[in-house]
């Protein structure tokens, strides 16, 4: 292995501790507690499975959090009141609804209704606007490439004047990264499903986001020697010795990209442990945006 791992597991740790020391603080000076609201719709296991992560986490930084659960055939119309209602209420401060939802409902109107200065996902369509546009600043960053940036920059990787690609476009995680980079002035490519070299444009990297979600499709011969890369995928593979039959792999194949790559993310360990962390930095400053 050549490559300098980046424990995201430890970052993730430091900015949690950070956000805890400061809900400590407001505590101790008669401050509300950061109170996060999620939102689910539906019973997706993965969904159910992150709203839970990210209630404990409130809980284990003492910041508050309520939970909203709606059933898979709940009317936009509902939604929509829920979200109002949440808007309205002084005990919120940050507003999450879990991602994606169902079918028959209108994200885009569901996004657009959360008030921005509880919009602690980043993906209002202002906040979003905001980040693509030049001298503008969002009031939140959407939480996981704001972990792929922070890992980055924890790590001392130069973003500006490099060459950075960013693999898959989603809302989540492609655009808004591919964004972010733009803003610290890398000079960024996103490639996609029909990108024609995908391999040869990989190789100009100097920063490599992978955000695709398919298993291991990065090769080590598509790494640039010395590139900072940041994998952000989690798919599971199956495994006969894992006592749950499966392992989590990431976009990029590790055990290859290591040995080519100047400082790399494992999966898991990597990005994964910074979405949470970076939603509970969010929440803390929904709250003291709030308090004025
Ligand atoms: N689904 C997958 N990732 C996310 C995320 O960061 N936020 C929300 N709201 N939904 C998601």
Known sequence: MTAQLIDGKLIAQQVRDGVAGEVAKRTAAGKPKPTLATVLVGDRPDSAAYVSSKGKACMELGMGSISEHLPADISQDELE??????????????????????????????????????????????????????????????????????LLEQSGVKIEGSNAVVLGRSNIVGMPAALLLIGKNATVTVCHSRTRDLPGTVRQADILIAAIGKTEMVRGDW??????????????????????????????????????????????????????????????????????
């Open 223 to 292: 790494i640039k020697p010395g590139a900072a890369v940041i994998d952000v995928g989690i798919n599971a593979v199956p495994d006969a010795t894992k006592k749950s039959g499966q392992r989590l792999v990431g976009d990029v194949n590790f055990a290859e990209a290591k040995e080519v790559a100047g400082c790399i993310t494992p999966v898991p360990g990597g990005v994964g442990p910074m979405t949470i962390a970076m939603l509970m930095k969010n929440t803390l400053r929904a709250a003291e945006l709030q308090d004025q």
């Open 81 to 150: 009141k829920l979200i109002k209602k949440l808007n309205r209420s002084k005990k919120i401060h940050g507003i999450l609804v879990q991602l994606p939802l169902p079918g028959h409902l209108n994200e885009e109107r569901v996004l657009q209704l959360i008030n921005i200065e509880k919009d602690v996902d980043g993906f209002s369509p202002i906040n979003i606007g905001r980040l693509a546009q030049k001298g503008r600043e969002p009031l939140f960053v959407p939480c996981t490439p704001y972990g792929c940036i922070y």
